[in-house]
């Protein structure tokens, strides 16, 4: 959602009393406030959990660890590379049948609240992690899924911003905490009224095609990009998340607009290489939400350094946007909106957040959207799947709107899995080796370079191989 339109009125002298109150202590300062917002909603809801009231940052976080703790053949919890410039830990999960043990399994990665006031989409993410667990061996779908998926999630892109929000020290918070270019900002820099329009949108801070249009310069306005490709620390967790994953379907969930986006989102960009197995899916999700859905370009605005952009032009990721409780003239309207939305009743009939999560989920199953490697190998080895290669921002676009070219920066994958005991054959089930072209409808010709290791023996081989096809592969001398 752009920053720029549609900033929810509220009273600035109340704004701004809470906000000395606040800056008195420290420590009060971090007390999560409940949200004025809330209409009352009948307790139990009919969501997974029954919640009725939006979570603040430290619930949710502390549920991601009781959940691994009640599921731990299901639920992996782990920390992000990188913590939020404020210094948190960015928490994970990794929710899958024997969770704990190596797999080959596909990757969904879903992701909540890029932006700080979208508190909606920390919602649907963790109501959706209940529902899988709950409907373990009740629901025949969900079950299959979590025998073939590995589906992760970061319910909180953008920790900072959503404890500045959700607290109400600063409600309508967009961006992360970076108020000066260059410097880790302190937790009461961040929270200073001086300060309230500043940061850096994680979402214009992916390294493909940054710095283009659709984003800003400097840490005041509404999109900015920050300094460099990848400059901020969320940013850097994600991209080290995808590049360490077989990630082919990926989703960033963020509020209000009713649509569901897909590459292209920046003006350079060319039509997908992929475009027809990918756009189909973007129609079908758009059935499923009652959505206008396609690039962002076409049915909403160009912005440039998304994550649609990142995962799709460095792994093939069909990676998608959806705009989530729309029409209520606010980034988190009362929480009926939200319980509406997940399950597409009351306000939102036939629009379910919940059915297009789950098509997701499903597309990341078919091997038919990705690619497959069938491997000879050695029990235990460890097997290596390893890229290394260039990328490019946008022409960068100057405070003077002149453009200077584009910049590069290196994109290595590299993601493993260990042959179980037992198993001298294994699938896995990964993104195709050739790459979208920056510049044109058309793959690049790159392969893999698949290594097996096992007690100081090594074997490497090229592998090519394109979307929807299988490939081939004996290691099993592995030496
Ligand atoms: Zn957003």
């Known amino acids: 959602m752009r920053a720029d339109i549609r900033r929810t009125i509220h009273c600035a002298a109340a704004h701004l009393t809470l906000l000395v109150a606040f800056a008195a202590s420290s420590a009060l300062a971090q007390t999560p406030r409940t949200a004025p917002v809330t209409v009352p909603v009948p307790y139990p809801s009919p969501l997974p959990t029954g919640r009725v009231t939006y979570r603040t940052l430290s619930e949710a976080y502390s549920e991601l660890e009781r959940m691994a703790v009640a599921y731990p053949l299901l639920v992996k919890r782990f920390a992000l590379s990188h913590r939020s410039l404020l210094g948190q830990t960015m928490w994970g999960l990794e929710i899958s049948r024997d969770v704990q043990r190596s797999s080959g399994k596909p990757v969904f990665l879903m992701t909540g609240l890029h932006h700080a006031r979208e508190w909606p989409t920390v919602e649907l993410t963790m109501e959706f992690v209940w529902d899988v667990l709950k409907n373990d061996g009740v629901d025949a779908r969900i079950t299959a899924l979590l025998d073939d998926v590995r589906l992760i999630v970061v319910p909180i892109v953008n920790p900072d911003g959503f404890d500045m929000s959700r607290s109400l020290i600063n409600e309508q918070k967009r961006k992360n905490c970076r108020v000066t270019i260059g410097k880790v900002p302190t937790w009461a820099e961040c929270a200073a009224p001086l300060n309230a329009d500043a940061g850096v949108d994680n979402n214009r801070n992916y390294g493909a095609f940054w710095g283009g249009g659709g984003a800003t310069i400097g840490v005041s306005g509404g999109s900015s990009r920050g300094e460099a490709p ?6 850097q967790s994600i991209r080290d998340l995808l590049s360490s994953h077989q990630v082919v379907v ?19 960009e060319p039509i997908p290489a992929d475009v027809i197995p990918y756009d189909s899916l973007a129609q ?3 059935g499923d939400l009652k959505w206008p859905a396609g690039p962002w370009p076409k049915i909403y605005y160009v912005a440039s350094g998304t994550l649609e952009e990142i995962a799709y032009y460095s792994a093939g990721t069909f990676a998608f946007t959806f705009e989530n409780a729309p029409g209520q003239r606010s980034f988190h309207p009362a929480y009926s909106f939200v319980i509406d939305q997940y399950f597409g ?4 009939p036939g629009s379910s957040a919940r059915a297009g999560f789950m098509r997701l ?6 091997p038919a959207l990705h690619s497959v490697l069938n491997i000879k190998a050695p029990a235990g080895a460890t097997l290596t799947l390893h890229k290394l290669f260039t990328m490019e921002s946008s022409p960068v676009i100057g405070a003077d709107s002149g453009k200077a070219p584009a910049l590069t920066f290196p994109m290595e994958l590299t993601s493993t899995f260990i042959v179980p005991r037992g198993l001298t054959a294994v699938t896995w089930h990964v993104n195709p080796s050739v790459r979208p072209s920056q510049h044109a409808q058309a793959h690049l010709q790159e392969s893999w370079t698949l290594t097996c290791a096992l007690a100081g023996k090594k074997q490497s081989v090229s592998v090519m191989v394109l979307r929807g096809a299988a490939a081939d592969v004996d290691l099993h001398r592995c030496r």
Request: aromatic share 8%; charged share 20%; net charge negative.
């Open 284 to 286: 079908a999700l758009g």
């Open 361 to 366: 989920y499903e597309a990341a199953a078919n």
């Open 230 to 235: 990848f400059s901020e620390p969320e940013n």
């Open 250 to 268: 990926a989703l960033s969930n963020h509020t209000p607009d009713a649509k569901v986006l897909r590459v292209p989102s920046a003006a350079e």
């Open 345 to 348: 009743t009351g306000a939102y």
